[in-house]
Protein backbone atom coordinates (compact mmCIF):
# COMPACT_ATOMS: atom_id res chain seq x y z
CA UNK A 1 0.00 0.00 0.00
CA UNK A 2 1.13 3.32 -0.78
CA UNK A 3 3.26 4.72 1.87
CA UNK A 4 3.09 8.62 3.70
CA UNK A 5 2.94 11.09 1.19
CA UNK A 6 3.85 14.80 1.50
CA UNK A 7 3.95 17.67 -0.85
CA UNK A 8 5.91 19.67 -2.06
CA UNK A 9 9.10 17.89 -2.01
CA UNK A 10 11.27 21.01 -2.52
CA UNK A 11 10.76 24.66 -1.83
CA UNK A 12 11.84 28.10 -1.86
CA UNK A 13 10.13 31.27 -0.04
CA UNK A 14 11.14 35.01 0.67
CA UNK A 15 11.32 35.72 4.74
CA UNK A 16 7.85 37.33 5.14
CA UNK A 17 6.07 34.86 3.27
CA UNK A 18 3.88 32.23 4.48
CA UNK A 19 4.15 28.20 3.36
CA UNK A 20 1.14 25.33 3.43
CA UNK A 21 2.81 21.87 3.50
CA UNK A 22 0.42 18.93 2.95
CA UNK A 23 0.99 15.13 4.35
CA UNK A 24 -1.40 12.24 3.23
CA UNK A 25 -0.72 9.00 5.96
CA UNK A 26 -0.99 5.57 4.81
CA UNK A 27 -4.59 4.73 4.38
CA UNK A 28 -6.11 3.54 7.88
CA UNK A 29 -3.86 5.79 9.77
CA UNK A 30 -5.47 8.00 12.18
CA UNK A 31 -2.22 10.08 13.42
CA UNK A 32 -0.12 12.37 11.69
CA UNK A 33 2.60 13.78 13.88
CA UNK A 34 4.74 17.13 12.32
CA UNK A 35 8.36 17.46 12.59
CA UNK A 36 11.08 19.86 11.88
CA UNK A 37 14.75 18.79 11.02
CA UNK A 38 17.91 21.11 11.14
CA UNK A 39 21.64 19.96 11.38
CA UNK A 40 21.58 22.38 14.45
CA UNK A 41 18.24 20.82 16.26
CA UNK A 42 17.75 17.84 14.48
CA UNK A 43 14.18 16.40 14.84
CA UNK A 44 12.11 18.22 16.94
CA UNK A 45 8.58 17.58 17.48
CA UNK A 46 6.04 20.33 16.09
CA UNK A 47 2.45 18.92 16.91
CA UNK A 48 0.19 15.76 16.37
CA UNK A 49 -3.17 15.19 15.57
CA UNK A 50 -5.64 12.15 15.88
CA UNK A 51 -9.52 12.24 14.42
CA UNK A 52 -9.05 16.05 13.19
CA UNK A 53 -7.92 16.93 16.99
CA UNK A 54 -4.52 18.20 17.76
CA UNK A 55 -3.46 15.82 20.41
CA UNK A 56 0.44 17.26 21.29
CA UNK A 57 2.25 20.02 20.82
CA UNK A 58 5.86 20.81 20.96
CA UNK A 59 7.92 24.39 22.00
CA UNK A 60 7.26 26.08 18.99
CA UNK A 61 5.65 29.59 18.26
CA UNK A 62 2.32 30.26 17.27
CA UNK A 63 3.59 31.06 13.69
CA UNK A 64 3.19 27.40 13.33
CA UNK A 65 0.03 25.52 13.15
CA UNK A 66 -1.63 22.75 11.32
CA UNK A 67 -4.77 20.68 10.99
CA UNK A 68 -6.00 17.43 10.28
CA UNK A 69 -9.37 16.53 7.81
CA UNK A 70 -11.71 14.30 8.14
CA UNK A 71 -9.84 12.01 5.68
CA UNK A 72 -6.63 12.56 8.02
CA UNK A 73 -5.03 14.23 5.72
CA UNK A 74 -2.89 17.10 7.21
CA UNK A 75 -1.46 20.43 6.68
CA UNK A 76 0.75 22.40 8.25
CA UNK A 77 1.42 26.18 8.09
CA UNK A 78 3.75 28.03 8.78
CA UNK A 79 3.50 32.18 8.58
CA UNK A 80 5.90 35.07 8.35
CA UNK A 81 8.81 32.60 7.63
CA UNK A 82 12.15 33.49 8.85
CA UNK A 83 15.68 32.29 7.79
CA UNK A 84 15.85 29.78 10.90
CA UNK A 85 12.50 28.11 9.84
CA UNK A 86 14.67 26.81 6.74
CA UNK A 87 14.59 22.73 7.43
CA UNK A 88 13.23 19.48 6.29
CA UNK A 89 9.49 19.37 7.90
CA UNK A 90 8.72 15.21 8.41
CA UNK A 91 4.99 14.40 8.65
CA UNK A 92 4.43 10.87 9.93
CA UNK A 93 1.89 8.78 10.53
CA UNK A 94 0.51 5.62 12.86
CA UNK A 95 -2.82 4.32 13.70
CA UNK A 96 -3.15 5.19 17.24
CA UNK A 97 -2.29 8.67 19.30
CA UNK A 98 -0.54 7.03 22.05
CA UNK A 99 2.97 6.92 20.87
CA UNK A 100 3.39 3.31 21.47
CA UNK A 101 2.65 2.36 17.43
CA UNK A 102 5.33 2.23 15.21
CA UNK A 103 5.23 6.06 13.12
CA UNK A 104 5.54 5.62 9.14
CA UNK A 105 7.50 9.23 8.00
CA UNK A 106 7.17 10.34 4.67
CA UNK A 107 10.34 12.16 2.77
CA UNK A 108 9.80 15.24 3.83
CA UNK A 109 9.49 18.68 2.55
CA UNK A 110 12.54 20.49 2.31
CA UNK A 111 11.50 24.33 2.83
CA UNK A 112 14.55 27.25 1.81
CA UNK A 113 13.93 30.83 3.60
CA UNK A 114 15.87 33.49 1.68
CA UNK B 1 22.20 12.97 -1.47
CA UNK B 2 21.16 15.83 1.30
CA UNK B 3 22.86 16.01 4.42
CA UNK B 4 20.61 15.06 7.73
CA UNK B 5 22.65 16.70 9.85
CA UNK B 6 26.60 18.63 9.12
CA UNK B 7 28.06 17.81 12.87
CA UNK B 8 27.09 14.56 13.56
CA UNK B 9 29.06 12.58 15.57
CA UNK B 10 30.43 9.38 13.12
CA UNK B 11 31.00 6.07 13.35
CA UNK B 12 33.31 4.32 10.63
CA UNK B 13 32.95 0.45 10.55
CA UNK B 14 34.20 -2.30 8.09
CA UNK B 15 31.92 -4.25 6.30
CA UNK B 16 31.02 -7.33 8.31
CA UNK B 17 32.33 -5.95 11.49
CA UNK B 18 29.35 -5.57 14.58
CA UNK B 19 28.53 -1.42 15.07
CA UNK B 20 27.77 -0.30 18.21
CA UNK B 21 25.85 2.84 18.40
CA UNK B 22 24.76 4.85 21.47
CA UNK B 23 22.40 7.11 23.14
CA UNK B 24 21.84 8.75 26.04
CA UNK B 25 18.45 9.84 26.91
CA UNK B 26 17.14 12.53 29.17
CA UNK B 27 13.98 11.59 30.96
CA UNK B 28 13.62 8.80 33.74
CA UNK B 29 10.25 8.74 33.23
CA UNK B 30 10.43 7.84 29.42
CA UNK B 31 9.43 4.21 29.06
CA UNK B 32 9.29 3.30 25.57
CA UNK B 33 12.10 3.70 23.20
CA UNK B 34 12.36 3.89 19.16
CA UNK B 35 15.35 3.39 16.95
CA UNK B 36 14.94 5.28 13.62
CA UNK B 37 17.06 4.85 10.44
CA UNK B 38 17.50 7.79 7.54
CA UNK B 39 19.02 7.25 4.78
CA UNK B 40 19.89 10.28 2.79
CA UNK B 41 17.30 12.06 0.68
CA UNK B 42 14.53 10.17 3.11
CA UNK B 43 12.54 10.25 5.94
CA UNK B 44 13.39 8.10 9.19
CA UNK B 45 12.32 4.50 9.32
CA UNK B 46 11.73 2.27 12.24
CA UNK B 47 13.76 -0.47 13.10
CA UNK B 48 13.81 -1.75 16.80
CA UNK B 49 11.60 -0.78 19.71
CA UNK B 50 12.00 -1.58 23.44
CA UNK B 51 10.02 -1.08 26.46
CA UNK B 52 11.25 0.19 29.81
CA UNK B 53 10.35 -3.17 31.76
CA UNK B 54 12.87 -4.54 28.80
CA UNK B 55 16.29 -4.58 29.33
CA UNK B 56 17.47 -6.38 25.73
CA UNK B 57 15.40 -6.73 22.80
CA UNK B 58 16.37 -8.50 19.34
CA UNK B 59 15.52 -8.27 15.95
CA UNK B 60 17.22 -9.34 12.69
CA UNK B 61 20.56 -8.46 12.72
CA UNK B 62 19.68 -5.82 15.78
CA UNK B 63 19.47 -5.66 19.10
CA UNK B 64 19.06 -2.84 21.25
CA UNK B 65 19.98 -2.75 24.88
CA UNK B 66 18.69 -0.38 27.49
CA UNK B 67 20.19 0.75 30.62
CA UNK B 68 17.45 2.27 32.83
CA UNK B 69 19.89 2.85 35.82
CA UNK B 70 22.44 5.27 33.64
CA UNK B 71 19.65 5.99 31.04
CA UNK B 72 21.61 4.48 28.00
CA UNK B 73 20.20 2.77 25.02
CA UNK B 74 21.82 1.56 22.52
CA UNK B 75 22.07 -0.51 19.25
CA UNK B 76 24.08 -3.40 18.13
CA UNK B 77 23.87 -4.20 14.42
CA UNK B 78 25.70 -7.44 13.76
CA UNK B 79 27.46 -8.33 10.26
CA UNK B 80 27.32 -4.57 9.34
CA UNK B 81 26.61 -4.17 5.40
CA UNK B 82 26.44 -1.34 3.22
CA UNK B 83 23.26 -0.78 2.92
CA UNK B 84 23.31 -0.11 6.69
CA UNK B 85 25.17 3.44 6.10
CA UNK B 86 22.66 5.87 7.15
CA UNK B 87 21.92 8.37 10.32
CA UNK B 88 20.57 6.53 13.30
CA UNK B 89 18.54 8.09 15.87
CA UNK B 90 17.36 7.37 19.23
CA UNK B 91 13.76 8.29 20.52
CA UNK B 92 12.25 8.47 23.68
CA UNK B 93 8.70 8.47 24.96
CA UNK B 94 7.39 10.08 27.65
CA UNK B 95 3.54 9.74 28.99
CA UNK B 96 2.74 13.21 29.79
CA UNK B 97 -1.05 14.71 30.55
CA UNK B 98 -1.06 16.40 27.13
CA UNK B 99 -0.27 13.16 25.81
CA UNK B 100 2.47 11.28 24.54
CA UNK B 101 5.78 12.92 23.83
CA UNK B 102 8.10 11.18 21.54
CA UNK B 103 11.80 13.31 21.88
CA UNK B 104 14.36 12.14 19.58
CA UNK B 105 18.31 12.00 20.23
CA UNK B 106 20.86 13.88 18.33
CA UNK B 107 21.58 11.03 15.86
CA UNK B 108 25.10 9.42 14.98
CA UNK B 109 26.27 9.18 11.00
CA UNK B 110 27.25 4.98 9.93
CA UNK B 111 29.83 4.69 7.53
CA UNK B 112 30.48 1.27 6.45
CA UNK B 113 33.76 0.89 4.58
CA UNK B 114 33.99 -1.94 1.89
Known amino acids: KAGVTQTPRYLIKTRGQQVTLSCSPISGHRSVSWYQQTPGQGLQFLFEYFSETQRNKGNFPGRFSGRQFSNSRSEMNVSTLELGDSALYLCASSWTSRGTGELFFGEGSRLTVL | GESVGLHLPTLSVQEGDNSIINCAYS??????FIWYKQESGKGPQFIIDIRSNMDKRQGQRVTVLLNKTVKHLSLQIAATQPGDSAVYFCAEITREAAGNKLTFGGGTRVLVKP
Open chain 2, 27 to 32: NSASDY
